[in-house]
T-cell receptor, first 113, second 109 residues
């Protein structure tokens, strides 16, 4: 199983809503990532978890709150987002160390209205 | 932040033509990956290069890692419409994956 599964595939939320994005992998990878991708741009790293601990936070606003409840799951909690946060949110996983090849989910297309 | 610059940014060619995409950085990477991404989908890993000077082939795609492990190239022979997509190089280091600026390729039938 080389899949990274993200849910939901599409999400529309208001600026006062609270929602969560979910990511799951069963490859035994101990590094998991959240990326944000705007149209026609490369993915931008947001967070990295290594062995279920937050190892990198790329100065992401606190309205984005990551959570890694176990080695297979990664969540991104969203609260009080702005329209400019609309983007494709990508989850990825990899082994820790080595060549760190990353496998990506299909993404969640988020629209903030 | 380790910057990876790709060139060209956009490329539109006729089916059957050859092309090369470049990925350059001032930083040394322990390895470098190439991904292809289609609209609305996540990036899909094409190849990983690890050793300086390494060359890997994947059908019509040839990947090269620079001797100093700071740059890489992707050469496509006889491009086909199915090669259309966003090509991303990504360097690894310190449990991180830094993406290049991307090359958007369109192959016209």
């Amino acid at each position: 199983d080389t899949e990274v599964t993200q849910t939901p595939k599409h999400l529309v939320m208001g600026m006062t809503n609270k929602k969560s994005l979910k990511c799951e992998q069963h490859m035994g990878h101990r590094a998991m990532y959240w990326y944000k991708q705007k149209a026609k741009k490369p993915p931008e790293l947001m967070f990295v978890y290594s062995y279920e601990k937050l190892s990198i936070n790329e100065s992401v606003p606190s309205r984005f709150s990551p959570e890694c409840p176990n080695s297979s799951l990664l969540n991104l909690h969203l609260h009080a987002l702005q329209p400019e946060d609309s983007a494709l949110y990508l989850c990825a996983s990899s082994q820790v160390g080595g060549t760190e090849e990353a496998f990506f989910g299909q993404g969640t297309r988020l629209t903030v209205v | 932040t380790q910057l990876l610059e790709q060139s060209p940014q956009f490329l539109s060619i006729q089916e059957g033509e050859n092309l090369t995409v470049y990925c350059n950085s001032s930083s040394v990477f322990s390895s470098l990956q190439w991904y292809r991404q289609e609209p609305g989908e996540g990036p899909v890993l094409l190849v990983t290069v690890v050793t300086g000077g390494e060359v890997k082939k994947l059908k019509r795609l040839t990947f090269q890692f620079g001797d100093a492990r700071k740059d890489s190239s992707l050469h496509i022979t006889a491009a086909q419409p199915g090669d259309t997509g966003l090509y991303l190089c990504a360097g690894t280091g310190a449990n991180n994956l830094f993406f290049g600026t991307g090359t958007r390729l369109t192959v016209i039938p």
